[in-house]
């Protein structure tokens, strides 16, 4: 049985990657955002979120040293992030300035991948946050990379379809041709690997735009090389594959889709155990934790949901369950911030952590309404909070309810694609959708020119003003 633990919902677009250590979930999004929680009661760390990227976060992973956090973005940088400060610690410009797609550590955590939009991977020292070497991998679009549980060997998936796999300096093992018809959207290694014979097997979870979630088999021979065997192919799910991955034993897959469910498999058998359908939009991120049987899944309805396997020990999870899932439940949070009383503001300070400044904003009467306009001077002077490091706490976290009042205003269709900002240019591409005209100048100028929406080749770089959707922004802007 998976059972609901708790549902975040703090990001303001589309959860685009997860990723599970034994202590910390993090999250990143089209918001600019990546977002860092504690895994024992999944409350968000003191210097959540993080923000550095100047364009939607598409993918984040965590090392298993525990140290770093990486996340890459549309901005062509991979950044390496600090899990006990939340500081960056370095930041990784990709060759040619392609926008970065994924993003994955090795096993030892010794070497970092990223791979983007112009078809190439650049392996990254993550000791001396230097780049390795980089090449071309394929002719479309990066989009699913993944090492092997020995870590020496990796394998990336593009939009034309093929599964590559590669040594650490780059050389061909094996290409899997047309692995997913119209493109591979993930891909995943079992952390477990079997020896039969002479030859070591690995699996590899794969799905594409073909509605399929593949598991293969990976035989490394000592004489005869790398050989790659279809295993399974599972079509529980009717819209493409966005995400899968295998659970820190081998034994159950989980993988998201278009259809908007979340789908568990016994990865043995290839059997379907569990159709999970609470998310509202796409399902494009899930991640299994490396300790135990619970995993996370993300959406396009911008929540993040952290589910439980039954194993014999749901007793267990019940005061995490109810811990997590208390502090969704309140009030203030299915209301704007403008209409929030005085109440709801205190529930929030103490849902932030900031229990000690619930005394004085209840003196001052403090709703939401008067909450958005606080500033330095007022946290200084009115409530005497002498501590830097608090006053700045506060202030980023009013930033952060400003910022969701302002977004919840904006109509979706205003928002660039690209930048997930309001458009004072907008353009229509050759794909038929609108961009901010720099920010899509920007991405047709690499050498794999596909669109930002569904990775097809754009059939020309010609932009057309879209002048009638131009003055309904402009109206809008006037009217608010």
Known sequence: MAALLCSLQDHRDDVNCLALSDRFLASCSGDKTVRVYS???FRELRFSPLRAHAYGVHCCCLSSCGR???????????ILWSTGTGAAVAALEHPARAPVRVCAFSPDARSLLSGACDGTVAVWDVTSKTLQRCAKVSEGSVLACSFSPCGQMFVTGSSQGELHLWTLRMKTLHTQREAHDLGVNCCHFCPQMSIDGQAVKFRLASGGQDNRLRIW???????????????????????????CAFSFDGQLLVSGSVDKTVTVYDANQGELLHTLTQHDRYVTACAFSPCMLMFASGSMDKTVNIWRIGDGN????????????GRKSL????????????????????????????DAFRAHNIDGAEL????????????NIESVGLRGRVLRKIKDLRSSLMDSDVPDEFLCPITRELMKDPVIAADGFSYEREAMESWI?????????????LQTTLLTPNRGLKTAIQRWRSSH
């Open 372 to 383: 958005i306009s606080l500033n330095t001077e007022t946290l200084t002077t009115e409530f």
């Open 445 to 457: 100028n690499t050498p794999n020119r596909s669109s930002p929406m569904t990775n097809l080749p």
């Open 314 to 325: 749901a007793g267990a999870s019940e005061p995490l369950k109810m811990s997590v899932q």
């Open 68 to 78: 770093y956090l990486a996340s890459c973005s549309t901005d062509a940088r991979t």
């Open 39 to 41: 895994c024992e009661d």
């Open 217 to 243: 088999i990976i035989s490394q021979h000592a004489t005869a090389g790398y050989e790659m065997s279809l295993l399974y192919t599972l079509s529980a799910q009717s819209a493409p594959v966005l995400c």
């Open 331 to 358: 009030g203030y949070s299915r209301t704007l911030v403008s209409d929030w009383s005085e109440e709801d503001v205190s529930e929030w300070l103490c849902d932030e952590g900031l229990e000690a400044l619930v």
